[in-house]
């Protein structure tokens, strides 16, 4: 069954630093997501991704934050300068044409 | 401000039990809505969408939309322990899609 990958599982790093979360969304689908959920709080919307470009952004998703499709594959967020509080877990979704999202495994940032 | 509200548990209920879940939505033009469950350090895993009033049944599971009262359920019949996790009301509000807080149900053997 396919499915939305994400790497790394953890991504460790020191404050100030530039962070760059990887997804591979399911093949056939053309929408892309990214959410991000703090230690013990609710998933929050960051930005909505179609056509190779950002249809939709919260108003978390900042100058900091941006995001890439290099290629046919790879769905990309970038986290310029992180801060303390960008310390979180990062979801990729995904979605064909109906609204259903189907989510990444997600990867774990630390920022110290 | 577009809000989903959930009552944030824990809900505890025996095995065998029917389970309830509950959610608000701030946003009348709302027209899709979602329930994921999400075990502990996990991502979360759709379970049922509904997209139209009324009832919506999928195996154990059942999700109940009313657009009118702004008001979507989720209930679980013969709830297992492997059922516990947190379970998040989500609603597709102008191409993003908002989550609630999320419900703990615990299924005590």
């Known amino acids: 069954e396919p499915e939305v990958t994400q790497t790394p599982s953890h991504q460790v790093t020191q404050m100030g630093q530039e962070v760059i979360l990887r997804c591979v969304p399911i093949?056939?689908?053309?929408?892309f997501y990214w959410y991000r959920q703090i230690l013990g709080q609710k998933v929050e919307f960051l930005v909505s991704?179609?056509?190779?470009?950002?249809?939709?952004k919260s108003e978390i998703f900042d100058d900091q934050f941006s995001v890439e499709r290099p290629d046919g594959s790879n769905f990309t967020l970038k986290i310029r300068s992180t801060k303390l509080e960008d310390s979180a877990m990062y979801f990729c979704?995904?979605?064909?044409?109906?609204?259903?999202?189907?989510f990444g495994p997600g990867t774990r940032l630390t920022v110290l | 401000q577009k809000e989903v509200e959930q009552n944030s548990g824990p809900l505890s209920v025996p095995e065998g039990a029917i389970a309830s879940l509950n959610c608000t939505y701030s946003?009348?033009?709302?027209?899709?809505f979602f329930w994921y469950r999400q075990y502990s350090g996990k991502s979360p895993e759709l379970i049922m969408s509904?997209?139209?009033?009324g009832d919506k049944e999928d195996g154990r599971f059942t999700a109940q939309l009313n657009k009118a009262s702004q008001y979507v359920s989720l209930l679980i019949r013969d709830s297992q322990p492997s059922d516990s996790a947190t379970y998040l009301c989500?609603?597709?509000?102008?191409?993003?899609?908002?989550f609630g807080a999320g419900t703990r149900l615990t299924v005590k053997p």
């Open positions: 979704a995904s979605r064909w044409g109906t609204n259903e999202q189907f």
């Open positions: 093949s056939n689908h053309l929408y």
């Open positions: 991704f179609y056509n190779n470009e950002i249809s939709e």
């Open positions: 946003d009348r033009g709302s027209q899709s």
């Open positions: 509904i997209y139209s009033n």
């Open positions: 989500a609603v597709n509000m102008n191409n993003d899609m908002r």
